[in-house]
């Protein structure tokens, strides 16, 4: 479904089951996968792809050239830069065009949400299932399941695929964290890396 007032390029791919709503931009050549949703007054940038069930909420901002993962959710008025060292002029005051600088991307990969107001501050890649918390600025890229929060953002803890916070399983040999929810188990290899564990905390 695509409301009549978005405005989608001719030249985008758009999946049939998308939805754009209300005064969202869809730029050239951007390609917008199946189920993905796009809130109002959102912008998708020039080339930019957004994977399958993905979700961009209103007035969200996505610069080019951003890849967007399967399953991916950016928050209402959040923002993906693409210039390292924005200037409106040149040094000798002329005005800047699209040749006097190379746009660089934000990577959101499969699973990751990115919070409210929240900045990516190109290069960067937010890792799978991480979360970004509402109004954090990412300046460095955030591992596979991490909890950032703040200015500049840093890591305080692990949240698993059903986005709760991990809590300590203390009775573990080795670092083994648990969903609240579900029971998911995972294992923290060092300080930036967490993997999944196949098994679930037995309940007794």
Known sequence: MF????DISDSATVAESAMIWHLAQVRDHAVIGSGVVIGRGAYVGSGVTVGANSK????ALVYEPA???AGVFIGPAAVLTNDQRPRAVNPDGTLKTASHWIPVGVKVLEGASVGARAVC?????????????????VIADVPDFALVVGVPACRVGWVG??????EKVEESAGDVWVCPVTSALYK??????????PEVLDPA
Request: aromatic fraction near 4%; proline fraction near 2%; charged fraction near 20%.
């Open 3 to 6: 409301s009549e007032s978005a």
């Open 56 to 59: 961009i909420q209103n007035y």
């Open 67 to 69: 890849e967007i993962s």
């Open 121 to 137: 501050v190109a290069p960067v890649t937010v890792g799978k299932w991480a979360m970004v918390a509402a109004g954090a600025v």
């Open 161 to 166: 695929r059903q986005g709760s916070r991990l």
């Open 188 to 197: 923290e290899v060092s300080s930036d890396v967490l993997i999944e564990l």
